[in-house]
């Protein structure tokens, strides 16, 4: 009788970014490169005892050029082959990497396995890179197992130098440290040393066990309102009102805190009244929103702002997008936002 334990199947999709990034000899600047590129420099990677398979982007994309459109093909590509993976990991660039780990971990409904995005400060050609080990230790991430042999991650999360975060808790905090990203309202869920310590009271756990169901369609007539002192009635009203704008990420001051003046809380107030959700999340990166903690918070929630509690703004504005994707209407949208659906926010 066979008793060995099956190899690990994960499945490595391959979106862009530094990771797989050349230089143009011509240009000196960095291209995205094809994904044989990539796994030619990281030879290690048929060490692992594992079967991989990968898939692409066709052509590969730097980040800052992600949208919604790639959100659905990544989460198309994690449904299509659910089934026949223990693990996916996804290689992406880190301009818009928390973007995408917010915006996947609401598509992916009811996940019970590990989606692990990963990437690299420097190419994987280079020198130095921290490419090399990050591939690798995303894809031993994704491929382990309790003692119940469970994956010991069924969340999206991302996964840089010495740190697992959840997707949806993560904030790109530097562009020059390999330590790129952060958690800041939540713990990590892993430290990378000489080993992969997880932190299992931080590893989420779906309170049931339903299939995949994965929702693509993600609204984008939502906005970023970032205050800043001496911001205009004129500039606000503009911005407040512009064309088939359904949802704001208002970015106040420090625990929620807005201007109190008349003239500020009657544009808040008219917009919301016209069925704009408004929610407020602070520009502060640590802590959350505490309207009832001074009278310029009061103000806000008065006047129909939503709390976004602790959320990061990444998670915020795909939260957003996801809800009002589902088609639901304004108020049950207001619901949701206060809601914690997928372990995103603290209530």
Not at 131 to 152: K, S, Y
Not at 277 to 304: D, M, P, R, W
Request: glycine letters at 8%; charged letters at 20%; a negative charge.
């Amino acid at each position: 009788m066979n008793t060995s334990t099956p190899r690990p199947k994960i499945l490595i999709i391959y979106t862009g970014g530094t990771i797989g990034m050349i230089e143009n000899p011509v240009t000196h600047a960095l291209q995205p490169f094809d994904f044989s590129h990539l796994i030619d420099n990281v030879p290690k990677v048929k060490k692992l005892a594992y079967d991989i398979d990968h898939i692409q982007f066709d052509p590969p994309i730097d980040s800052s050029n992600m949208n919604p459109q790639h959100w659905a093909q990544i989460a198309q590509a994690i449904e299509d082959h659910y089934d026949a993976f223990d693990g996916f990991v996804v290689l992406h660039g880190t301009d818009t990497m928390a973007f995408t780990a917010s915006a996947l971990s609401f598509m992916l409904e009811n996940l019970h396995k590990p989606v692990i995005i990963t990437g690299s400060q420097l190419p994987i050609g280079e020198v130095r890179t921290d490419g090399e080990e990050n591939l690798i230790t995303a894809l031993q991430v994704a491929a382990a197992t309790d003692a119940q042999g469970e994956p010991m991650v069924q969340e999206v999360a991302i996964l840089f130098e010495n740190y697992l975060w959840r997707g949806n808790r993560s904030t790109k905090m530097s562009a020059d440290n390999f330590n790129a990203f952060s958690s800041n309202n939540y713990p990590e869920l892993a430290r990378i040393g000489l080993d992969i310590t997880f932190e299992r009271k931080a590893l989420y756990r779906s309170p049931s066990r339903r299939p995949l169901k994965v929702r693509t369609a993600m609204d984008p007539h939502v906005m970023f309102l970032e205050l800043h002192p001496g911001m205009t009635e004129e500039t606000l009203r503009h911005l407040l009102s512009v064309p088939h704008i359904k949802g704001i990420v208002l970015k106040t001051y420090g625990a929620g805190n807005a201007p109190t003046d008349a003239s500020f809380t009657r544009l808040i107030r008219e917009a919301v009244e016209r069925g704009v959700v408004i929610l407020n999340v602070t520009q502060c990166v640590n802590g959350g929103v505490h309207t009832t903690l001074y009278e310029t918070g009061n103000s806000l929630a008065a006047a129909g702002v939503v709390s976004g509690h602790d959320i990061t703004s990444e998670a915020a504005i795909t939260k957003l997008m996801y809800l009002f994707g589902m088609g639901l209407p304004a108020e049950t949208v207001k619901k949701y936002m206060g809601c914690d659906l997928c372990g995103e926010v603290t209530l």
